[in-house]
């Protein structure tokens, strides 16, 4: 019967998209994203995490990723790393991993962090993380990290994908290139276009 048909297809598609939605289970022991392996074991190790990443920068924080860019090794093993430097009240700005959970230690300082429940709640969970604290930013979601302390901070996260990718929101939607209309977002945030225009000269990457 068509029906039945169409309903066993549907299943099968909706068990096939359940399948694709997170990283895979690795097939073999690892798969090292690279086409000329050097020393094998060489693949497997990155050094200079200890040393603190520059954060004379404007937010004043700065991430030192070590995903499978950096660390060949992590190919199709699921996880990742990243080194956060903070600045006296420097700010690793609002932003999401589209592909991963983050569990973040606080190793040094104060942090205020924090992320956003998806529509409709929009809740906002926060904490204030003290040296040898963990927090989950939650798959997805919209988080950030504050340096509320007079001193600096140093925080090391585990992330759940070789390539978690980052979406920081300010730069996504005021500073794409090429911009999006004003008119979207003069509408979208309730704005008029001057505070639009601002922004984006703020965000924008421009610099051809
Ligand atoms: C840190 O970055 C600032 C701004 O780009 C630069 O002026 C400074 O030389 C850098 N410091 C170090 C130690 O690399």
Do not use: W
Not at 45 to 55: A, M, Q, R, V
């Amino acid at each position: 019967m068509a029906s039945g048909h169409i309903l066993v297809a549907f299943t099968f598609l909706a068990l096939v998209s359940l399948v694709l939605a997170s990283d895979s289970s690795p097939l073999q022991d690892f798969c090292v994203a690279i086409d000329e392996p050097k020393d094998a074991a060489e693949d497997f190790l990155l050094k200079g995490l200890n040393i603190p990443g520059n954060t004379s920068n404007q937010l004043g924080s700065f991430v030192t990723p070590a995903n499978v860019a950096q660390l060949p090794g992590l190919n199709t093993l699921g996880i990742s790393l990243v080194r956060i430097d903070y600045a006296p009240y420097g700010l690793n700005p609002p932003h999401t991993h589209p592909r991963a959970t983050e569990a973040l230690v606080d190793l040094e300082g104060t942090l205020y962090v924090g992320f956003v429940t998806s529509n409709p709640d929009n809740r906002l969970i926060t904490k204030v993380l003290y040296e040898g604290d963990a927090f989950v930013f939650p798959e997805g979601l919209v988080h950030s990290q504050f340096n509320v302390g007079k001193t600096k901070a140093v925080a090391f996260a585990g992330l759940s994908s070789q390539n978690p990718g980052v979406i920081t929101i300010a730069n996504a939607v005021f500073g794409s290139n090429p911009t999006i209309s004003d008119d979207v977002l003069a509408k979208a945030f309730q704005v008029d276009k001057k505070v639009v225009d601002r922004l984006q000269a703020q965000f924008g990457t421009d610099i051809n």
